[in-house]
């Protein structure tokens, strides 16, 4: 009820909202930039401390309803998948078991080197091994702790995720469904990291390019991010952070030796 109550909160949200959406969707140069993206970077500009305007209980109240919202929308993604589910699973069930070994490639081929190279230590295996989200936090504070390098990589990833992926994701999208290059199904799938948030900042472009697929996109989408949640969990746990561990010890051996 406290969450209810805060009507500086609530009322600022809807002024975003409304900005947000008399501003439209704009166009810079092969980017396509939606109401979404706005609101997130308003959001992020209104929560500066050195503004004042939002204080930390207007931010907590704030990450409660965000929680809602996001199961409100998985909830309305997840009624698009049912009645898809054979077309999916028929046309795309190998498909959908092999992204997730995109994960394994960019993630930790790419970005361990590259975060090593930036001077991280074995903060970089928390901070690559995965999307660093609500379940890869979980595995790495079993096997680690929060407390230790690995656990401060993979909160450090988190927080970045929750404050740029979502905007990052978006453009990297738009910039792709406009190159037209992929198939719109493995945009879709390809949206599906296993983020809610970013998910639906992937689907704003790609819907919109290819509306009379839409409804098929949400439910690859939708597909795609659930199978990261529950497939990726045990691809994390038993392959990616063994490997991503092994990985940079290796590098960190032969820097030594260097």
């Not at 590259?114 to 379940?135: C, D």
């Not at 406009?178 to 198939?183: A, E, K, R, S, V």
Request: net charge positive.
């Amino acid at each position: 009820m406290e969450v209810l109550r805060d009507y500086k909160l609530h009322i600022i949200a809807l002024l975003v909202v409304i900005i947000c959406e008399l501003i439209c969707k704009q166009s810079i140069w092969i980017i396509a930039v939606y109401p979404m993206l706005y609101a997130m970077i308003f959001g992020g500009v209104i929560s500066l401390p050195k503004l004042k305007i939002l204080t930390n209980k207007n931010m907590q109240h704030a990450s409660l309803v965000m929680m809602v919202t996001l199961i409100l929308l998985i909830a309305k993604l997840g009624v698009a998948v049912g009645p898809k589910i054979d077309m999916i699973l028929n046309d795309a069930k190998l498909a959908l078991i092999f992204q997730e070994l995109g994960h394994f490639a960019g993630t930790i081929l790419l970005g361990l080197p590259l975060a090593m190279l930036l001077g991280m230590k074995r903060e970089a295996v928390g901070a690559t091994y995965s999307v660093a989200r609500e379940p890869n936090i979980a595995i790495v504070a079993d096997k680690y702790g929060l407390d230790s390098p690995e656990g401060r990589g993979v909160m450090a990833m988190y927080v970045c995720g929750t404050l740029y992926g979502a905007i990052w994701m978006s453009i990297l999208a738009s910039i792709i469904a406009q190159l037209n290059i992929l198939h719109p199904y493995a945009l879709a799938m390809g949206a599906g990291v296993g983020s809610g948030s970013m998910m639906a900042a992937s689907l704003a472009p790609i819907s919109d390019l290819y509306p009379d697929l839409s409804e098929n996109i949400n439910a690859y989408a939708t597909t795609a991010n659930l199978m990261s949640g529950i497939v990726g969990i045990y691809i994390y746990t038993l392959f990616s952070l063994p490997f991503a561990s092994l990985m940079y010890n290796t590098l960190a051996r032969l820097r030594r030796n260097k």
